[in-house]
């Protein structure tokens, strides 16, 4: 069976894909993988493909995504079957310059704006700042809500 | 007088810090925390703790009548406020003092002083304390300015008297170019400022920014717990700090430390305080600033000196004389702090936020994690994004730097991204590993610094946890209060 996975923004395909709780084994660019589980944790195991390697895997958070530690190397993970940000998304529209929480939508979708008219407040670091309409156009979609806590770099808004 | 009760106005990992050393001198400790920070560690494990309500810094954390109605309401005697926050804050220390209560740190007037970039360095250069050459004259006839700079000696530094942000900034590296520079920043400067005078100062290369511990009670003791190396800083933000600085004479230590001794003497100073220098290559060194308070960076001196600052600053505070001698303090061995931030080293260092699930424990000995978070806690958008800091010591800075490596792999924080893999690039950079530190490291070194690009087998490894954590029971990320796990929230299934 072949299965995708999203590595870092990109999608990572794999064959004769088998899964068991004890054990995992793919192929991946022509190369056979063999994975068994030596021992786990809620989040922690230790993984055994001929060599022995630590490896971490967090809970999920809200888009599906996973923070994923093996042999000492860090990546973000989803499975394909989950929607998720890939990194070609960025930059279509107007982006959280950093982490924060949406504190006000000053403008809802379908309305006018100006260039440089804010539309959206983000709180972060105890202050806010505005974001602002890179051109004349209409706001084309929000994506989030008052009070949804965002990740730096995400598309918050379009506008047209 | 015998300080029986603390409040520390600060939070995460330095109100944890004082906490530890108060608790073992049997003090009680009451701290403050924002409503957003009320599941962390710091709000719960005091003897008592005071919210300071939801709002920014200026309602919580900087509410400085808040915080003194706190401290009156706890009947504490003494309040430490950290570093950062209201530490530096003359008006903060003046109104604990008419308030009753004891501020750990010093005088108003010196933290006025050291505040003040000009007022410091005229009453420091009363006390000869090397400067940084420059002309900071009125005069700004050209002809004038550039009989200055052939004084001072280049390279020259020519910037805006109003300045800030580089604007009107030139280097200058021979005379040649001195005219034209100065005209340019001039024409910079007035376009900026509205104001065109400039002044000069000499330009070190390859600067290295050496800082010297320093501790004063109110008996005419002014002692030093020697230097710490802080020149890996990114953005003027210190990320790797070390003690002993490598690569330095004994002979120059000991100025250096004697140096920043006589300004705490000079100016009859108390309790803990830093003193930054620039060592220029050619052994000569300048007076940065003074910071009048405890260094986010001070447990690396802790570790190479065997001694507890907090318990000299409550001592001092306390009235009492400092308990050692200069010639009882000794380095012994390398101790090495790195800073561990929620951000994104290779996506143009952006904070990072997110649920912690689970924090790795160093399992060496002699290293040290302060960390103000734990297991289940958020990390937010509202506060600095230094999670914790790992100091590590080892017998010799060899050791050190190894066991730094392997203790940044075990203390992963799941769930949030840091920078424990920049911080491994850096500590195994061979400029590094030799001691050639400078501030500039980390521009210097940019293309060597980038990410180890992951390999086929990386990938294959990634794919295979993933595939052992599918199906499992997965945690919501919780938009808001942080989550934490305790014995009740575990068995909440379970009914009695």
């Given at each position: 069976?072949?299965?995708?996975?999203?590595?870092?923004?990109?999608?990572?395909?794999?064959?004769?894909?088998?899964?068991?709780?004890?054990?995992?084994?793919?192929?991946?660019?022509?190369?056979?993988?063999?994975?068994?589980?030596?021992?786990?944790?809620?989040?922690?195991?230790?993984?055994?493909?001929?060599?022995?390697?630590?490896?971490?895997?967090?809970?999920?958070?809200?888009?599906?995504?996973?923070?994923?530690?093996?042999?000492?190397?860090?990546?973000?993970?989803?499975?394909?079957?989950?929607?998720?940000k890939k990194s070609g998304d960025q930059g279509k529209g107007l982006n959280s310059p950093m982490p924060?929480?949406?504190?006000?939508?000053?403008?809802?979708?379908?309305?006018?704006?100006?260039?440089?008219?804010?539309?959206?407040?983000?709180?972060?670091?105890?202050?806010?700042?505005?974001?602002?309409?890179?051109?004349?156009?209409?706001?084309?979609?929000?994506?989030?809500?008052?009070?949804?806590?965002?990740?730096?770099?995400?598309?918050?808004?379009?506008?047209? | 007088?015998?300080?029986?009760?603390?409040?520390?106005?600060?939070?995460?990992?330095?109100?944890?810090?004082?906490?530890?050393?108060?608790?073992?001198?049997?003090?009680?400790?009451?701290?403050?925390?924002?409503?957003?920070?009320?599941?962390?560690?710091?709000?719960?494990?005091?003897?008592?703790?005071?919210?300071?309500?939801?709002?920014?810094?200026?309602?919580?954390?900087?509410?400085?009548?808040?915080?003194?109605?706190?401290?009156?309401?706890?009947?504490?005697?003494?309040?430490?406020?950290?570093?950062?926050?209201?530490?530096?804050?003359?008006?903060?220390?003046?109104?604990?003092?008419?308030?009753?209560?004891?501020?750990?740190?010093?005088?108003?007037?010196?933290?006025?002083?050291?505040?003040?970039?000009?007022?410091?360095?005229?009453?420091?250069?009363?006390?000869?304390?090397?400067?940084?050459?420059?002309?900071?004259?009125?005069?700004?006839?050209?002809?004038?300015?550039?009989?200055?700079?052939?004084?001072?000696?280049?390279?020259?530094?020519?910037?805006?008297?109003?300045?800030?942000?580089?604007?009107?900034?030139?280097?200058?590296?021979?005379?040649?170019?001195?005219?034209?520079?100065?005209?340019?920043?001039?024409?910079?400067?007035?376009?900026?400022?509205?104001?065109?005078?400039?002044?000069?100062?000499?330009?070190?290369?390859?600067?290295?920014?050496?800082?010297?511990?320093?501790?004063?009670?109110?008996?005419?003791?002014?002692?030093?717990?020697?230097?710490?190396?802080?020149?890996?800083?990114?953005?003027?933000?210190?990320?790797?700090?070390?003690?002993?600085?490598?690569?330095?004479?004994?002979?120059?230590?000991?100025?250096?430390?004697?140096?920043?001794?006589?300004?705490?003497?000079?100016?009859?100073?108390?309790?803990?305080?830093?003193?930054?220098?620039?060592?220029?290559?050619?052994?000569?060194?300048?007076?940065?600033?003074?910071?009048?308070?405890?260094?986010?960076?001070?447990?690396?001196?802790?570790?190479?000196?065997?001694?507890?600052?907090?318990?000299?600053?409550?001592?001092?505070?306390?009235?009492?004389?400092?308990?050692?001698?200069?010639?009882?303090?000794?380095?012994?061995?390398?101790?090495?702090?790195?800073?561990?931030?929620?951000?994104?080293?290779?996506?143009?260092?952006?904070?990072?936020?997110?649920?912690?699930?689970?924090?790795?424990?160093?399992?060496?000995?002699?290293?040290?994690?302060?960390?103000?978070?734990?297991?289940?806690?958020?990390?937010?958008?509202?506060?600095?994004?230094?999670?914790?800091?790992?100091?590590?010591?080892?017998?010799?800075?060899?050791?050190?730097?190894?066991?730094?490596?392997?203790?940044?792999?075990?203390?992963?924080?799941?769930?949030?991204?840091?920078?424990?893999?920049?911080?491994?690039?850096?500590?195994?950079?061979?400029?590094?590993?030799?001691?050639?530190?400078?501030?500039?490291?980390?521009?210097?070194?940019?293309?060597?610094?980038?990410?180890?690009?992951?390999?086929?087998?990386?990938?294959?490894?990634?794919?295979?946890?993933?595939?052992?954590?599918?199906?499992?029971?997965?945690?919501?990320?919780?938009?808001?209060?942080?989550?934490?796990?305790?014995?009740?929230?575990?068995?909440?299934?379970?009914?009695?």
């Amino acid at each position: 069976m072949e299965k995708m996975f999203i590595l870092n923004g990109q999608e990572v395909k794999v064959q004769d894909y088998k899964a068991t709780p004890e054990m995992v084994s793919f192929t991946y660019k022509g190369k056979n993988y063999y994975y068994m589980l030596v021992t786990r944790n809620e989040h922690e195991m230790i993984l055994d493909h001929g060599g022995r390697f630590r490896a971490a895997v967090s809970s999920s958070n809200k888009e599906g995504e996973f923070m994923i530690m093996a042999n000492g190397r860090e990546a973000t993970g989803a499975l394909s079957s989950r929607k998720v940000k890939k990194s070609g998304d960025q930059g279509k529209g107007l982006n959280s310059p950093m982490p924060g929480k949406i504190f006000k939508i000053l403008k809802e979708a379908g309305s006018s704006v100006k260039k440089g008219e804010p539309i959206m407040i983000l709180e972060a670091m105890k202050m806010e700042h505005s974001i602002k309409s890179d051109k004349d156009g209409v706001v084309k979609k929000i994506h989030y809500q008052v009070g949804e806590l965002v990740q730096g770099g995400v598309t918050l808004l379009e506008v047209e | 007088m015998k300080i029986k009760k603390i409040l520390v106005a600060n939070r995460g990992e330095i109100a944890l810090r004082v906490l530890k050393t108060a608790k073992e001198m049997g003090i009680k400790v009451v701290t403050v925390f924002a409503e957003d920070d009320k599941n962390l560690p710091h709000a719960l494990f005091a003897d008592e703790s005071y919210s300071l309500g939801f709002g920014t810094l200026q309602d919580t954390y900087l509410n400085k009548k808040k915080l003194i109605e706190v401290a009156t309401k706890a009947k504490v005697d003494a309040i430490h406020p950290g570093y950062g926050f209201l530490s530096e804050n003359a008006e903060f220390s003046s109104m604990v003092e008419n308030a009753g209560i004891i501020f750990i740190g010093p005088t108003a007037e010196s933290i006025i002083l050291m505040g003040d970039k000009i007022g410091s360095k005229k009453a420091l250069e009363k006390l000869t304390i090397p400067m940084i050459p420059g002309y900071h004259g009125d005069n700004q006839d050209p002809d004038h300015l550039i009989k200055e700079a052939k004084k001072i000696g280049f390279p020259v530094l020519i910037k805006a008297s109003a300045g800030g942000g580089g604007k009107g900034m030139r280097i200058v590296h021979e005379e040649g170019e001195l005219s034209e520079a100065i005209s340019g920043a001039k024409s910079e400067a007035l376009k900026a400022f509205s104001n065109d005078n400039v002044l000069i100062e000499k330009y070190v290369v390859n600067p290295r920014h050496i800082e010297v511990q320093l501790m004063s009670d109110t008996h005419g003791n002014h002692l030093h717990f020697f230097e710490r190396e802080c020149s890996i800083q990114r953005r003027y933000q210190k990320i790797v700090e070390e003690t002993p600085a490598p690569n330095l004479t004994e002979d120059l230590r000991l100025k250096i430390c004697e140096t920043a001794v006589q300004i705490s003497s000079g100016i009859n100073y108390r309790g803990a305080g830093t003193v930054e220098f620039i060592l220029a290559p050619d052994g000569k060194f300048y007076f940065l600033e003074m910071n009048t308070r405890l260094q986010v960076e001070h447990p690396v001196t802790e570790m190479v000196t065997g001694h507890d600052l907090v318990k000299y600053q409550i001592l001092v505070a306390e009235g009492e004389k400092l308990p050692l001698r200069q010639s009882d303090i000794k380095q012994n061995g390398q101790a090495i702090e790195c800073r561990i931030y929620a951000e994104d080293p290779d996506l143009n260092f952006m904070p990072t936020i997110g649920k912690i699930d689970r924090i790795g424990i160093p399992t060496l000995r002699d290293v040290r994690l302060d960390c103000g978070f734990l297991d289940g806690t958020e990390v937010g958008v509202n506060y600095d994004p230094m999670l914790a800091k790992l100091v590590v010591w080892g017998p010799t800075r060899e050791i050190a730097i190894s066991k730094s490596l392997h203790s940044l792999d075990e203390v992963l924080f799941l769930g949030v991204k840091t920078n424990r893999d920049y911080l491994k690039r850096i500590l195994s950079h061979d400029k590094f590993i030799k001691g050639f530190t400078h501030t500039h490291f980390i521009p210097d070194h940019k293309e060597e610094l980038l990410p180890r690009a992951l390999s086929d087998e990386d990938m294959a490894n990634f794919v295979a946890a993933l595939g052992f954590s599918e199906g499992r029971k997965t945690q919501k990320f919780s938009s808001g209060e942080a989550f934490l796990k305790t014995p009740w929230t575990e068995l909440s299934g379970f009914r009695n």
